[in-house]
């Protein structure tokens, strides 16, 4: 029976992680016509149903859940296993899929993946981009990047860059307009471009630290952004003060483009970590990929 439905077993995993045919079709290649009649098919020969189908949406059933929990983490073993086999020609390969927000994608995954892979021609990465809090396991990924803060204990954590520090700036013509805040508190006073947490939906309060004391400020202001790009732009074109990542605002400082503020209340904290579940073993593309990453520093 396994050998009928192998191909089947391996279309429902990919269905029941996307949680939708159109996703799911998109990504094996294949026609939502062809992927509906697999399924069914299946679900005929084990009499079970493993999908419960809305107009909105797909979710695997009990029955589901518990084929899900049986073959994912064989069929994991068994691509490892498979990657392992075809290193014995003594090429490098594999292919790996990572999750990491906007900033860290930008000026830290992306410097550093260029000459990994030049260096490995053979190793095809996958680089999602999502400033979301993403579960790397769900959506099949090998790694994410994370703060480390915001790591989950249960997780496997890299160091892959140096620590890091928030940065409150504004143009020159702003602050010339409408004065400089001596303290966060001042903030509430003064237009601030906002920033969407994509997860919660919330807005992110600006976080600073005085004398060991945290302060977490919510601001208000004209413009609210998800973006990183378009939130520095706006900083720059004077639409008010903003709170974004130090190193992504060196070169206007430096050009006088922007004035930083507040800078004794902004501490540095732990910069970006790989995180991955534990494995006994890696497969040696991902074990590479590791070292390539690895802060220097750390």
Known sequence: MLKENFNELQIFLVVARER????????LGVSQSALSHSMKALEARLNLRLLT?????????????????CLAPRLDELERE?????????VISGNIRLSAGEHAARRLLWPKLKPFLQAWPQINIELVV????VDIVDGRFDAGVRLGESVDKDMVAVRIGPDMRMAAVGSPGYFAARGIPQTPHELQQHRCINMRLPTAGGL?????EKDGKPLRVGVEGQLTFNLLAERIDAIVSGFGIGFVPEDMVQDELRAGALVRVLESWCPTFPGYYLYY?????????????IDALRDSGA
């Open 53 to 69: 189908r809305t107009t909105r949406s797909v979710a695997p059933t009990e029955a589901g859940e518990r084929v899900i929990a």
């Open 20 to 27: 939708s045919f159109t996703r799911a079709a998109a990504r």
């Open 204 to 208: 992110y309060h600006w976080e600073f």
């Open 130 to 133: 999502d400033n979301g809090f």
């Open 82 to 90: 498979l990657e392992n086999i075809v290193q014995l020609n003594g």
């Open 277 to 289: 579940p534990s494995r006994r073993q890696h497969p040696p593309a991902f074990a590479l990929l």
